[in-house]
Structures are given as C-alpha cells and as structure tokens.
C-alpha cells in the first residue's frame, strides 16, 4: 500500500526542500519507488517538466533524488510572483490566472481539488510520497482554506515531522511555539520534529533537545549538523545565493534583480575554480574589470528593467561594452538588451512600451503564449551541444538575430552582436552542459576544470542522504508514513 509523510517547518527557509531531497534518496537507497511533492510553492526559480509546464525548482531536485524526471504532479500549484501584492497562479503546470494576494484566498477550494488530484496520481503511481510543506504551520491565520500545510494533511492524512532552523536562533520556541498556536487536531497530527543546521558540537544541544521533547510533548528525531556541500546544489530562494563564489580568474558580475528567476542557470559557473562569480547587489557599481556581465533571466522584465536603470547598471554596461566586456542576457535578461520591449495586453503589468539597453538590435513584444519546452541546442560558436529549456512569454525579432546565439533543430535561437561580445538567448540552463560550458569559458580566455556538474549534483545528493542517515532517525522518519 502506498504511503505519504510531510516534512513542514516551524519557519521559512529552515531547509525543508534540502531534507525532503535526502530523504528521497535514503528511501530510494532503500529499494522503494518514491516521489516528491509540494501542495503550493512560492518561486521564480521554476523547471520545465517532462510533460511541458513548469515546477519549483526544488521539486525538479527531488525528483532527482528520487531517479525521476520532474512532472506536473509534483508542485500543482506554483505562485510566481511578479509584483509585491500579486503573482502568476500556475497549476499543474499551466498559467491559471494573476492575481493579488487577497483575491487568492478566493481560489484556494478550486485549488484543493488540483492539489488531492495531483497527490493521489503519486500515491497511485509510487511506494512512498515525499510531501514538503510551504511556510510554516504557525502561520495559524493562514489556515482556513489552507491549501500547503495542515490544510493539506488533514486533507490528504498525512503525517507530519516538523523542522525547527537552529542556525537562525530560537529554536527552542521555534517548535515549542508553533505547538502554542496550533488547533488540538493539527497538534496531534504532529508525529515528531527533528532540529536542522547546527553547527559545532551536538552535544551542547542536549538539554534544549529534551526540553523540546518534554514541552512539545513529540519525540525528536535527531539533530542535523550544517550541511556544507549543501551549495553544490540548485537553490531556489535568491537569498540562498553566495554574494561570490570561492573561484579565481575570469570576473564575472550577475545582476542581481528585483525579481530575478532561474537563477540556478549560474550554479554551475560558481562551482568552475577559473571563475570569480559576483552577485551584484542593488546600490553596487559593476567593477572596471569584470570580463562578462550576466543578466538573468526575471519574472517581470519591464520591472526589472526600470530596476538596472535605477541602480544605475545600464550606464556601467555602456562604459562595460566600450572597455570590450561581454555581455551575456538570458530570457528576460536577453529582452532588456534589446532596443524595445511592447507590452501591449499588460501581460506583465501595466500595459506599455519601454525603451531596452540598446546593446542588442532586436526588439521584443510580449505575448499570451508561453513557451515551455526542453530542448537540445547547438552553440553556433563553437558547435557544442547543449541540454536546456525555455520558460518565457515574448518574442523577439530584429538584424542581430541573424547571428544566432544557438540553433535547435536547424532553428535560430537568441542573438549576438556585429562583434560577437554581445549574446542574448532564451535558453536556461545552459552552462549545466558541460562540453558547452567549456567551449564558453574558453572563448572568454577561461580554460574549464573539466567539472561534471550533473555527476556532481548526483554525488551530493547521494552525500546528503548519508550524512542525513549518520545523524537522523531516519528509519524512524520513513517508518512514520502512512
């Protein structure tokens, strides 16, 4: 019979995804078809799954973990946000809707019905289902129609082990508070908790270990050390980013925008020991020695736009270009280096016409389509393949695109400048390629260290389920699911 467990925090950003993925893994280890899934995810950092929408990044991780390729089923609601007050609703995989965030209670019943269709194609499909909550449980007013926590396991009966971050502080009042605020119903739905991120000696944790056990009235389930090669892996928070990576040589600078998305496309450049990778934040001038300047990829790229201008990154490129600095834009950062981007539905906001950084020519216009689609490319420099994606709305046309970027079946993709140092593509995950990433890095006088990114995500993963089974009950954990 299949089974299901919940991993929910006692906060954000405690490291929910991180263990969900060890704990796919270790149950895989173990000789058991599992699955991972998130009711309701917050993100931009989104992935292209096997049957054409999109996920949170961290599911498409877990289910990796788990030996799979990442479908629909596995995050049926992912909230995309695109201002302060709203986000793009997309479920199972497809834009629903864009709305605030008052109006999405409104939707959460229709919701729920997506959300239990999706849970019961995993429990159908696999021996064991990996749940990740979203947030934390203490939000308690939240819970009416909640559709991501204890909304969820009450309504899919589920059990729940809940995380408490150490690192942050207060974690005694952490898992002891969220027990405080919760209804008697969700409190013994509650099976156990287990501490995350300590760092030092584990010991010294002992008395506020048992006090937990004693005030919460749960059985702990371990304290987990910090996992250092824990960056190895995608994130999907922005705040997760490193400001720089540990590599020295070629300086390159990402912007770091208001609403950057699938920022994990730089993952593998921060992990190259010939590259010095900084995230750039606001307020900061991009250095008179960067090599290559990275626009990302954003949710919304009128917005963003109207942010580099703000922080005065548009005139560093101009003085970057004329140095002969490369620039690299990708989706939404691709755009803004155009000569124009039309809105004209308001498809991202507010309807209109901006003017881009001049530093491509093309322009772009904004449409209701978008495009979802894996792919396998060629790099027109320098004929290496490449596996990636494509998640954006817009199209865009002009002279540059004659210099394609890349090509996909014998299809021009993205563009480049007269003088080859501008380059513009809408494909993400690219630098995931490693014979692509080589060829890249040596056309910019940097010699790759022959890194094998994907064999090294696997070999993380495989090191965090075991450094998860060195200290956690873990056989305690699964036996939990039911």
């Known amino acids: 019979m299949s089974k299901a467990l919940m991993i929910q925090g006692a906060g954000s950003n405690v490291g929910k995804s991180l263990l969900v993925a060890g704990l796919c893994r270790a149950a895989r280890k173990r000789g058991l078809s599992v699955a991972p899934f998130k009711p309701q995810n917050m993100s931009n950092n989104a992935a292209v799954t096997s049957d054409g ?3 949170g990044r961290a599911q498409a991780l877990q289910a990796m973990a788990c030996g799979l390729v990442p479908h629909t089923d596995m995050n049926p609601v992912l909230l995309k ?30 919701l729920m019905t997506h959300v239990l269709e999706s849970f019961d194609r995993l429990k159908a499909a696999y021996d064991l289902v990996m749940v990740e909550g979203a947030g934390s449980p203490a939000e308690v007013n939240l819970r009416h129609g909640d559709i991501a926590n204890m909304g969820f396991a009450e309504a899919a009966n589920v059990p729940v082990v809940l995380v408490g971050d150490i690192d942050r502080g207060g974690v005694i009042a952490q898992i002891v508070g969220t027990r405080a605020v919760l209804d008697p119903e969700d409190i013994e739905r509650i099976s156990g908790f287990l501490i995350n991120k300590f760092r030092g000696d584990p010991s010294l944790f002992d008395d506020g270990y048992t006090l937990i056990e004693q005030q919460s009235k749960w059985p702990g389930f371990g304290v987990l050390p910090f996992f250092d090669a824990a960056y190895k892996l995608p994130a999907e928070d922005a705040l997760d980013l490193p400001k720089r990576s540990k590599g020295q040589g070629l300086r390159v600078v990402c912007l770091r925008l208001s609403r950057i998305a699938n920022f994990d496309d730089l993952d593998p450049l921060a992990q190259e020991p010939g590259v010095d990778l900084t995230m750039l934040s606001a ?14 990829g954003s949710k919304s790229t009128r917005g963003d736009l109207a942010f580099v201008r703000a922080q005065g990154w548009d005139i ?6 004329r140095r002969g600095g490369a620039v690299l834009g990708i989706c939404g950062g691709y755009q803004m280096l155009g000569m124009e981007i039309r809105d004209p539905n308001g498809i991202e906001g507010k309807a209109g016409t901006d003017k881009g950084l001049g530093l491509l020519n093309i322009e772009t216009e904004m449409t209701d389509d978008k495009t979802l689609t894996r792919v396998t490319a060629e790099h027109e420099a ?25 090509s996909i079946g014998g299809i021009r993709e993205g563009a480049v400048s007269p003088d080859g140092k501008i380059m513009g593509s809408y494909l993400h995950g690219l630098f995931s390629s490693d014979e692509f990433r080589a060829a890249f890095l040596a056309g910019l006088g940097a010699p790759s260290s022959g890194l094998g990114y994907d064999s ?13 089974e060195q200290h956690l009950d873990i056989e305690g954990i699964l036996g939990l699911a039911h």
């Open 382 to 406: 320098s004929g290496t393949s490449m596996q990636g994606y494509e998640i954006h709305i817009g199209k865009s046309e002009g002279p540059d695109r004659a210099r394609p970027f890349a």
């Open 53 to 55: 929408g999109e996920i």
């Open 456 to 468: 090294t995500v696997e070999a993380t993963l495989d090191a965090l389920a075991d450094h998860m």
């Open 316 to 321: 560093d490129l101009a003085a970057h270009v």
């Open 81 to 110: 946000p695109e201002t302060d007050v709203g986000a793009q609703v997309v479920v199972q995989g497809r834009r629903l809707t864009t709305c605030k965030a008052r109006e999405y209670s409104k939707l959460k019943p229709q």
């Open 283 to 296: 307020g900061q001038a991009i250095p008179g020695d960067t090599d290559l300047v990275i626009l990302p």
